[in-house]
């Protein structure tokens, strides 16, 4: 399972970016997958999730109406669109892929990519 981010980039706030996460390796539709981010001297926290094939998502409050978390139709990458950002957005990205239940824990998310640096001024 390889999972590679891009899109993160430095941005006012008040902006946008999109996050995109290509995957390869596995049968894409099976899993759970997720949006984490971590600041600096903080923990990795789960910002928003989907089921893969299915498409539920999921997304933590301190985004709700501001990120929105999507597939393309041949179902390789996720995508992180992320609205009116606010300096405490701030942080590394990461994509991350599960079996299992979704959105499930942090901890148990065992593929993750190599993250993506988004700073909000």
């Known amino acids: 399972v390889q999972l590679v981010e891009s899109g993160g980039g430095s941005v006012q706030a008040g902006g946008s970016l999109r996050l995109s996460c290509r995957a390869s390796g596995y049968t894409y539709s099976s899993y759970c997958m997720g949006w984490f981010r971590q600041a600096p001297g903080k923990g990795r926290e789960g910002v928003a999730w989907m089921r893969m094939g299915g498409g539920s998502t999921w997304i933590d409050a301190s985004v709700a109406g501001r990120f929105t978390i999507s597939q393309d139709n041949a179902k390789t990458t996720l995508y992180l669109q992320m609205n009116s950002l606010k300096p405490e957005d701030t942080g590394m990205y990461y994509c991350?892929?599960?079996?299992?239940?979704?959105?499930?824990?942090?901890?148990?998310?065992?593929?993750w990519g190599q993250g993506t640096q988004v700073t909000v001024s």
């Open positions: 991350a892929a599960k079996v299992g239940s979704c959105p499930g824990k942090t901890k148990d998310y065992n593929n």
